[in-house]
């Protein structure tokens, strides 16, 4: 801390000097300086507890004020993301599945501390991140929403254990691919989705007539070609840091103590 305030008080200092041009005996300058620098002290605490002109939030104090875990999402965000996907023909689709499914698009979308992710009948948000973030991971999980609505998730009681683990892999990465295909719909160049910066570089590189013709369904078959091999070889968990087909793999041992 004292390493980060010292250039900064410097700084002041010597706005303090030639800007206010002030002069006055060493101990009036010591004093002027020392209420510039807490000043902007201040200064950045509040600008620590607005929204970043990224959106997001760093001062943990007002995530849990504004953004409480288990909170519903601010509408304007809620609208501002929807309204948005419902731009990509592909996240269209499945948001068209989810109304007919549900009756509505009001499903739950609250704060969430760790990640974005699907969970049941709602969507979890990560509070520390911002619009664009949201976008992307809303592209992929709205997939997960619209398979446990239709009653297609794995079932784990009811599955074999490879069974499951093809049911899981399959629904996971169709919502990546799926997302892939949403957000080039939108014409992002780049998105924090796991994977995807690489896959339109490859795409650009040597499917440049997919692009252009706009063939989706293709690009989504290749998409998910990708995002399967990233899967098998290198994506791991977030939260467990291993790979995903051992981690169902295990979700279903556990379901299973007796191995059958
Ligand atoms: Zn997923």
């Known amino acids: 801390m004292r390493r980060h305030e010292a250039p900064a008080r410097e700084a002041a200092a010597e706005r303090t000097r ?11 300058r010591q004093i002027l300086d020392l209420q510039v620098a807490s000043g902007n002290r201040v200064t950045t605490l509040m600008l620590q507890r607005e929204p970043g002109p990224d959106g997001t939030i760093t001062d943990q104090d007002e995530l849990v004020k504004s953004r409480p875990v288990g909170g519903a999402v601010d509408k304007e965000y809620r609208d ?3 309204k948005t996907l419902l731009t990509a023909e592909r996240s269209t689709t499945i948001l068209e599945a989810i109304r007919k499914l549900r009756g509505d698009l009001d499903f739950p979308l609250i704060w969430s501390a760790r990640g974005n992710f699907h969970s049941g009948s709602g969507i979890s948000l990560d509070r520390s991140k911002n619009v664009p973030t949201w976008l992307a991971s809303m592209a992929h999980e709205l997939e ?23 049911a899981q892999m399959t629904e996971e990465i169709g919502a990546h691919a799926a997302a892939y295909v949403a957000q080039l719909q939108l014409g992002k160049a780049t998105s924090s989705s796991a994977g ?3 896959f339109v570089g490859l795409l650009k590189k040597d499917h440049s007539d997919l692009l252009d013709g706009k063939a989706w369904a293709t690009i989504e078959g290749l998409a998910k070609d990708f995002v399967e091999k990233k899967y098998k ?5 977030s939260a ?21």
């Open 80 to 82: 501002q993301i929807i």
């Open 144 to 166: 997960h929403l619209r398979a446990h609505l239709a009653g297609a998730s794995a079932n784990v009681t009811t599955m074999g254990r490879e069974e499951y683990v093809a």
């Open 196 to 198: 995807y910066n690489e």
């Open 18 to 28: 030639s800007g206010a041009r002030v002069a006055g005996t060493p101990v009036q």
């Open 240 to 260: 467990t840091g291993k790979n995903y087909y051992d981690k169902w793999r295990e979700v279903w041992d556990a379901a299973h103590p007796t191995g059958k």
């Open 233 to 237: 070889t290198t994506w791991t968990g």
